[in-house]
């Protein structure tokens, strides 16, 4: 189907799926028990995601298939956030113009930084590209501010000038994303039970570019394209050396991991119309890397793994509290609830960082080829069993979201 | 011309904490091949052995004063370090006072035992790996490190100051010639460019003149050939990565009295650190140094507000600036060698 | 591809069709079963309590939430009642609001707007909260005042102290309690007049973004006012750590008074940078050298440790005022957790009493319910005198504290004193001021 062999078929289809029912598999527990803080399913972390995804899909055509490490994506996705905005302030609140804007200018960019940097390889490659990205985050927050509001990010106001569409609503507010009139913060809910299940118009809108960028970079790494980027990797001398001039296809593959990462940007500003200029420093550069690396480099599906893990772990984990962790544990002997409250403590909330740290650590040690490698190794482990007769054990594959 | 000397002796400045960093990473890098982000945790860590001992030291038992009331209006709890009581209050104050070098001495056991249990409780799973797993693995217990120091010290930063002997400032431009405090420099800050100086001259000393040295320095130039030849090069790259620690640490633990330690200043050191390694050229030591320098002087002009009225923002970007132009005229860095780190 | 787009809209409009009969589609829609965003239905309310819980202003994220924790008590009735006993309004009974429970929830600002608002919008999508509050960058502020406006909750500021925050960017549905640039420089200029005389020369370091070009146009005007002459202005890099090339042109500029525009890190290593360099015993035109840091915190005078000796700058609110409604506050959080409240805790301690108080008036949780009971609402006993919050711009109004390093401190909490109460008078500005020109507060949004 869609000019993909049997297996990616399948594994577009299960992305799909996924996807599709992300609003059920990411909201398993009943929305009063106390397990709901483990409920990822509500519109805004959805639409991180996938948008983290088609950032982490982007970044690995790049780093995945020509082993070029990057360290200054994340200024291609601020330039995508400030294009996006600046059409919602200038031309309409709909969101087709301001994506298409972002990825061109994202490409246009990476196409001026990539020619650039790509006359170096290695470390040499990633210092230069992070010099790129750092000096851009320092001019908009700073010198640039009159393009970029700094610091404040740049949001839309009462009076800006929209071409196509009104300034402000009849009741005297900002108008919101749209496409094509269906508002992007519009959302479903359906309460089953005890259960809540969100259903967001931005999320699946997202969702869709997102199996799109997904098929797109599947059929970039079956093509003759990405078989020329596997062999730079492999060895670019000898390539060199037989007289083909690797650069072009190098830089192409900037230019498009480029492109991928100003539509993540685009969507980003559609779903909530703000671009901040933190989205470009060194640490949301070094964020995807995590996520691209984390996952499975050169993998498919490993970077979409990579980037929920990281933005979960960002948006369910800080926001544990003491109060949470004592109503998890009332049932224990007040003694030794205090205990369980004090052992789990630093590892929440605050302490976010250091239990993504000490993953980070554990994945890169035990799991070299990222979070796919687990899956895999756990699918063949589950496989051997079943083979052996026992087939109690169920499968514990990572959600794809 | 006294403007320009100032930023001269800033720059200097700047650059030894520029310097002692690359310079550590460097030798990681030399020696074991290794991308260590983790050395930015290294320096602050070293930082927070000053912080450590100046605590230590001033670990207090407490007197009520009936006189005066506390915050709630109960009377006050009045804190008497121990050392003062022990050695009474002049000789006591006068250790307190002189914390940050005490430190020091402190600092380098800690870091060369902290630099030992990284290489052999981590590092040394991660020679056959790719760079960037090295990477992503040192950012982890770079993450974890600092989050343990943010837990136990908090997140802002703590005031860990020099020896009342250091306060204040040396006027240079009496001496040169200028009018009165047309160039005046702290007296800490200009210790700390002596004792950088000191620690760069005895690491290349070290390299240079001992028979460990040399051996090390062999193994970076071979690493194969000299283990043929029947010598533990690995044992010496472990012990070199220990100094590597010991380096950085020291870095820090000089670096507290200058800004107030807090638990994130190693990510701010550490993307600065890796470009001054690698403008000067990875794997090369005395190439750290003079890019730690360079680096170091050029921002200093480039906040100069002659410079900045001429090119506005050019503060926020010099560092990089320069690196980009560096990298794109001299490919492998100042005095890098051809062909490392290049796939 | 547009096979699959669909079925995805097929399936996507069959799940609609089979919720249909349960759904209730609140969260920002037009058609809206709910009167307003997170209507509260059950026997509890919720509110958002939105901190830096990581990088460098955690420890102000943490003692924040230290206040918040302490008022929700409060309101439900436990402990002592702190300033609930000496607020003017005494429409809490101590029974949560309008009788629900008050719950909260916490998250993560990582002082980046970006992260900010995820974290917010986790808390309006997901945890259903009513109001959002907390912070401590404007930046950060902005950005969520903006995304509570399209949200239709309210926003109650933490510490922001950019004029931006009530001027051009203000909302109807945001509200601020701390003071901003304007005020410090009104409250200081009178104080550094009658300290270092009317023929001074003041050389600006400011941090180089909108917070800090706020403040240093204000107290560039307010001590311009004075007769002051303004040297320069210099713009630091934010990711500044070392500031030695910034402070040492400074003696040789002329200038006799450094500004320090700076605030957190940035301002603890310039303050540190411009005494190691000796500026303070220095003799300039004849006068002893002075250095001003307009916005103090006591957290952040903790870091420069004695450094901040005899320095001058202004504050919201300082534990050691003696008012009874600062001490009553003082002693129910000293109590709790040992230590004195920072003036970052008091703001948002008032700020949540003051959203609950608004609610009982208002008889509801409706954001245009709140935002009329706030607006223009005069009160009195939270420790900063006689407030006011202005219905144009949302901005409160009280007393302003000037301040001063304190030279013989008895705790590691003492450091500061207070110099002056600058009356609310004397800090007010018409809502038209041109530094706060530009933007448009709206209408309120309840989202529905």
Redesign the interface.
């Known amino acids: 189907m869609?000019g993909l062999d049997k297996k990616d078929t399948t594994m577009l289809l299960v992305v799909?799926i996924m996807a599709?029912f992300a609003p059920f598999i990411l909201n398993p527990f009943p929305a009063d028990s106390a397990m709901a803080q483990f409920?990822a399913g509500?519109?805004?972390?959805m639409q991180?995601f996938v948008i983290f995804g088609i950032f982490a899909i982007g970044f690995n055509i790049l780093f995945g298939l020509t082993g070029y490490l990057s360290f200054g994506h994340a200024a291609f996705l601020g330039v995508g956030s400030y294009s996006a905005v600046w059409m919602f302030k200038l031309l309409s609140m709909n969101v087709i113009p301001a994506i298409l804007l972002s990825v061109v200018m994202a490409g246009l960019f990476a196409l001026l930084i990539g020619f650039v940097s790509l006359r170096r390889s290695g470390i040499y490659f990633s210092i230069l590209t992070l010099a790129f990205a750092q000096m851009s985050f320092?001019l908009a927050?700073?010198?640039l501010?009159p393009i970029t509001?700094?610091?404040?990010?740049l949001?839309?106001?009462?009076?800006d000038p929209r071409v196509l569409g009104v300034s402000?609503t009849a009741?005297?507010?900002?108008p919101?994303t749209s496409l094509f009139g269906l508002?992007m913060?519009?959302?479903?809910?359906?309460?089953?039970g005890p259960w809540l299940?969100?259903?967001n118009a931005g999320y699946?809108l997202s969702a869709?570019i997102m199996?799109?960028s997904f098929?797109l970079a599947i059929r970039i790494f079956r093509s003759p394209f990405g078989m020329m980027l596997r062999a730079v990797k492999s060895n670019q001398q000898r390539m060199n050396y037989t007289g083909l001039n690797t650069r072009p296809y190098t830089l192409a593959a900037f230019v498009i991991s480029g492109m991928y990462a100003g539509l993540a940007g685009g969507l980003m500003a559609s779903m909530?119309p703000?671009a901040?200029a933190?989205?470009m420093q060194w640490t949301a550069s070094g964020e995807v890397v995590l996520m691209t690396i984390l996952g499975g480099a050169g993998t498919l599906i490993g970077p979409v793994v990579g980037a929920g893990f990281i933005k979960y772990f960002?948006?369910i984990f800080?926001?544990i509290?003491d109060?949470v962790l004592h109503q998890w544990f009332a049932f224990m002997p007040d003694g030794l609830e205090d205990a369980m409250v004090f052992i789990v403590h630093p590892f929440i909330?605050?302490g976010?960082?250091l239990t993504l740290g000490i993953l980070f650590m554990l994945v890169v040690i035990f799991l070299p080829g990222g979070l796919v490698e687990g899956g895999q190794k756990i699918a063949a482990w589950v496989r051997k069993k079943r083979n052996k007769g026992s087939d109690d054990t169920t499968t514990k594959t990572e959600p794809a979201e | 011309m006294?403007?320009i000397l100032?930023?001269i002796?800033?720059?200097l400045?700047?650059g030894s904490a520029y310097a002692l960093i690359a310079l550590g990473l460097t030798l990681i890098f030399g020696t074991l091949g290794v991308v260590n982000f983790a050395h930015g945790a290294l320096f602050m860590i070293g930082a927070f052995c000053s912080v450590t001992v100046q605590r230590i030291l001033t670990l207090s038992f407490e007197t009520v004063d009936e006189s005066?009331k506390?915050?709630?209006g109960n009377p006050?709890k009045v804190k008497t370090p121990y050392v003062e009581s022990w050695f009474g209050p002049e000789t006591g104050a006068a250790i307190i006072d002189w914390s940050v070098p005490i430190a020091i001495l402190f600092a380098i056991p800690v870091m060369l035992a902290v630099g030992y249990i990284m290489e052999r409780g981590l590092i040394k799973h991660f020679y056959k790996r790719p760079h960037a797993d090295q990477i992503l693995v040192t950012f982890g217990l770079a993450i974890v490190l600092q989050e343990v120091v943010?837990y136990f010290y908090?997140?802002?930063?703590?005031?860990?100051?020099a020896p009342d002997v250091f306060?204040?400032?040396f006027d240079f431009g009496v001496m040169l010639g200028f009018e009165a405090?047309?160039i005046?420099?702290?007296y800490?800050?200009l210790v700390y460019f002596g004792f950088a100086a000191l620690i760069i001259g005895g690491v290349f000393s070290f390299l240079q003149f001992t028979t460990f040295g040399m051996v090390v320095r062999a193994g970076m130039a071979d690493r194969e050939t000299v283990g043929l030849l029947g010598i533990n090069i690995d044992r010496r790259f472990t012990i070199m990565f220990g100094i590597a620690a010991a380096v950085a640490g020291l870095a820090g633990v000089m670096y507290a009295p200058?800004?107030?330690p807090?638990y994130?200043?190693g990510m701010?050191?550490l993307v600065l650190s890796f470009v001054v390694v690698v403008v000067g050229g990875m794997g090369s030591l005395p190439g750290a140094v003079l890019a730690g320098f360079l680096l170091g002087i050029l921002?200093?002009f480039a906040?100069?507000?002659e410079v900045?009225s001429l090119i506005p923002g050019i503060?926020?970007i010099i560092i990089y600036l320069v690196a980009i132009l560096i990298l794109l005229t001299r490919p492998r860095g100042l005095m890098g060698r051809k062909g490392v780190m290049e796939e | 591809?547009s096979n699959?787009?669909v079925t995805?809209r097929g399936?996507?409009k069959t799940?609609?069709m089979?919720?249909a009969g349960?759904?209730?589609?609140?969260?920002?829609?037009?058609s809206s079963a709910a009167a307003y965003t997170n209507e509260p239905t059950g026997s509890s309310v919720t509110l958002g309590f939105n901190v830096p819980?990581?990088?460098?202003?955690?420890?102000e994220?943490?003692d924040e939430?230290r206040a918040y924790e302490l008022a929700v008590e409060h309101l439900n009735g436990g402990g002592d009642g702190g300033m609930m006993n000496t607020f003017s309004s005494k429409a809490l009974q101590g029974n949560g609001i309008l009788g629900k429970k008050v719950e909260?929830?916490?998250?993560?600002t990582q002082t980046?707007?970006?992260?900010a608002?995820?974290?917010a919008?986790?808390m309006i999508?997901?945890d259903g909260a009513v109001m959002i509050t907390g912070g401590s960058?404007?930046?950060v502020a902005?950005?969520v005042q903006?995304?509570c406006?399209?949200a239709g909750v309210i926003f109650m500021a933490g510490l922001t102290h950019s004029n931006?925050t009530t001027g051009k960017?203000k909302k109807a549905n945001g509200f601020r309690h701390f003071f901003n640039g304007y005020m410090s420089g009104a409250a200081l200029a009178p104080v550094l007049k009658n300290l270092y005389g009317t023929d001074r020369n003041a050389y600006h370091l400011t941090a180089?973004?909108?917070?800090g070009w706020t403040q240093e146009e204000s107290i560039a005007a307010a001590t311009e006012a004075l007769g002051w002459n303004t040297v320069?202005k210099?713009?630091?890099?934010?990711?500044a750590?070392?500031f030695?090339?910034?402070i040492?042109?400074v003696?040789?500029s002329g200038a006799d008074v450094l500004v320090l525009n700076h605030y957190g890190?940035n301002m603890?290593?310039s303050l540190?940078?411009a005494v190691?360099?000796?500026l303070r015993?220095?003799i300039?035109n004849g006068k002893q050298f002075e250095i001003v840091v307009p916005l103090y915190s006591r957290?952040?005078a903790?870091?420069?440790?004695?450094?901040v000796k005899g320095i001058h700058g202004s504050t919201n609110w300082h534990?050691?005022l003696q008012d009874e409604a600062s001490k009553a506050f003082?002693?129910s959080f000293?109590?709790k957790y040992g230590?004195?409240p920072s003036q970052a805790a008091h703001t948002v301690y008032c700020q949540t009493l003051l959203y609950a108080d608004a609610a009982e008036r208002a008889g509801t949780f409706n954001p245009c319910g709140i935002v009329e009971a706030l607006e223009g609402y005069e009160f009195d006993g939270l420790g900063n005198g006689k407030t006011l919050y202005r219905a144009e711009d949302h901005q409160c109004f009280k007393d302003v504290l000037v301040v001063r390093g304190k030279e013989n401190p008895?705790?590691e909490?003492?450091l500061l004193e207070v110099v002056e109460v600058t009356p609310a008078a004397q800090v007010t500005y018409a809502a038209d001021h041109p530094m706060f020109a530009g933007?448009?507060l709206?209408?309120c949004?309840s989202g529905s």
């Open positions: 869609f799909a599709l409920n509500y519109p805004d972390l991180r320092n927050y700073s010198v501010t509001n700094g610091e404040t990010g949001q839309l106001t009462l009076n402000q009741d005297g507010s900002i919101v508002e913060r519009s959302t479903y809910e359906m309460h089953l299940f969100q259903f699946y869709l199996l799109a098929y909530d703000l901040g933190e989205r960002e948006n800080s926001k509290n109060n909330g605050k976010w960082h | 006294d403007a100032l930023q002796l800033n720059g400045d700047k005066q506390d915050f709630l006050l943010k908090g997140a802002n930063p703590i005031p860990t100051g306060k204040g400032s405090n047309a005046i420099y702290p800490w800050r200058i800004n107030s807090n994130h200043m701010d050191f921002e200093s906040s100069m507000n900045k503060d926020q | 591809m699959s787009n995805r399936v996507l799940g609609t089979v919720g349960v759904a209730l589609p609140t969260i920002f829609t037009a819980q990581t990088g460098p202003y955690a420890d994220g943490a939430l909260f929830v916490t998250g993560d980046k707007s970006d992260a608002r995820a974290s919008k986790s999508e997901k960058s404007s930046g902005i950005a903006g995304l406006q399209e931006d960017d180089d973004y909108t917070w320069n210099v713009r630091t890099p934010l990711a750590t070392d030695s090339s910034y040492a042109p003696l040789n890190g603890v290593n540190t940078n190691q360099f000796g015993e220095k300039v957290l952040m903790k870091g420069a440790g004695e450094n534990w050691s003082v002693k000293g109590t230590f004195p008895t705790s909490f003492d933007g448009q709206g209408t949004n």
